[in-house]
Nanobody
Framework: QVQLVESGGGLVQAGGSLRLSCAASGRTFSRYVMGWFRQAPGKEREFVAAITWSGYNTAYADSEKGRFTISRDNAKNTVYLQMDSLKPEDTAVYYC???????????????WGQGTQVTVST
């Protein structure tokens, strides 16, 4: 019912930056929460960041805090993830997610994008 499409992934050198975008279409709830998760080969999907509908409240995993910034533009139904000071360990498929609960647990998000690959080289 809600479609999320990520874009902006690619190849970048360590220390570089990327900006991911997630565009939402279809029906969304008034209290829609959006987040980012990532999954590397052989690893479990892990929480990256989340943002509330108002945009005032954000949450980050410890490994990303201080380097990544999540933001949203409700008029455009789009959430962004600005990634700076990228490290090889950030290499993963990044997924956009949406839901109605403020949470860092993937199982509570109802809507998911197809993912976009981020590769950080040394």
């Amino acid at each position: 019912q809600v479609q999320l499409v990520e874009s902006g992934g690619g190849l970048v050198q360590a220390g570089g930056s990327l900006r991911l975008s997630c565009a939402a279409s279809g029906r969304t709830f008034s209290r829609y929460v959006m987040g980012w998760f990532r999954q590397a080969p052989g690893k479990e999907r892990e929480f990256v960041a989340a943002i509330t509908w108002s945009g005032y409240n954000t949450a980050y995993a410890d490994s990303e805090k201080g380097r990544f910034t999540i933001s949203r533009d409700n008029a455009k139904n789009t959430v962004y993830l600005q990634m700076d000071s990228l490290k090889p360990e950030d290499t993963a498929v990044y997924y956009c997610a949406g839901g109605t609960t403020w949470t860092s647990f993937a199982g509570t998000y109802a809507d998911w994008g197809q993912g976009t690959q981020v590769t950080v080289s040394t």
